[in-house]
């Protein structure tokens, strides 16, 4: 099949094509919680779209003009961010290689900008990975590598959670504010949590938000400075028993939006490991969900890798289930 790839002029080009290549996607088909929404993305379009360095591109078939794929590739820095399920092609275009062109053809744009990195993200719904084969596909073959092992993304409903049934807390144990503790105090909690024994240095090593000191420090300056979303002190919390310290919670709730219900997101929990299996997570959790129910939380969200099945099997008995499926997709164009 002959095509012809452009840069789209207008948004509202972009965006006639975009809705023509999505169609096909099962979140642009069937609306879930949480998940992608049409209307969302396509403001978010709009706002990017006249950034400079941002690359918008719509591909066309030579004969009838009809639209058969488009990509988008936000700037920031050095770093381009595919657009979420692009390139977007129709099913029924998918095996006459017109993603890989719009791929290669952002590539050379790429360069000309001197951009070093392209990440992408896949988000599908849980248990259903015949829906990204071929995303993943296209990926792996135009160069780009997982950056580290599927997360899953966990969904609990408040009102069909009674956290008043939960597990009852360890003796004397205290759940205090973290207020008092320095970021730098929290990036250690969170080493030693996650990185002391072999079994956990396997799951987390390949994590650079956790692995990597720098980049663990920005991660909780960001939550602490509220970049995330709102995170008081409330959702700081540390359990200690008489003068240790035995683990700690961090949550935040991100802004309130007309596309999603309110909810709170677990950043990090972490137990030390001469301390588990006693209860503290799930007294933590317990505290925490207290902390979104009292802001009008109407569910919460946690996420972990699809490796880590002590964290999985904790979510679990608190109530979460499994929502989505979430891979990290990185290339080097240097």
Known sequence: ?????????????????????????????????????????????????????????????????????????????????????????????????????????????????????????????????????????LYEKCGFTKKSPSSIMFLTDFSKVKISKMLPRVANLQIIDGSEFSLKEFAGFTQRAYMTTLEDRAVHLNDPFISNAENLLKTLEALREGKMGFSPPECW???????????????????????????????????????????????????????FREFECEYSIVSTLKTNEPAISLYKKMGYHPAFELVDFEKSLV
């Open 237 to 291: 919390l540390v359990a200690k028993l008489k003068d240790n310290i035995l683990g700690f919670i961090i949550g935040f709730m991100p802004k309130k939006s007309k596309y999603r219900p309110a909810h709170g997101v677990i950043g990090e929990l972490g137990v030390f490991p001469e301390y588990r299996r006693k209860g503290i997570a799930t007294t933590l959790i317990t505290e925490i969900f207290k902390c």
């Open 1 to 137: 099949m002959n095509f012809s790839i452009t840069k789209a002029e207008s948004a509202e080009e972009y965006l006639e094509a975009w809705k023509k290549a999505m169609r096909d996607t099962p979140w642009f088909r069937e609306r879930r919680p949480f998940d992608y929404h049409p209307d969302q993305m396509i403001e978010e379009i709009r706002l990017e779209f006249e950034k400079a360095g941002n690359i918008y591109l719509v591909a066309k078939s030579g004969r009838r003009e009809e639209t058969v794929g488009v990509l988008g590739v936000r700037l920031e820095g050095k770093v381009g961010t595919l657009g979420r399920w692009e390139p977007a092609v129709p099913l029924k275009y998918r095996d006459s290689q017109v993603g890989e062109a719009l791929l290669e053809e952002a590539f050379s744009r790429l360069h000309e900008r001197h951009v070093s990195n392209v990440n992408c993200m896949l988000k599908s719904a849980f248990n259903q990975p015949q829906t990204v084969i071929w995303h993943t596909r």
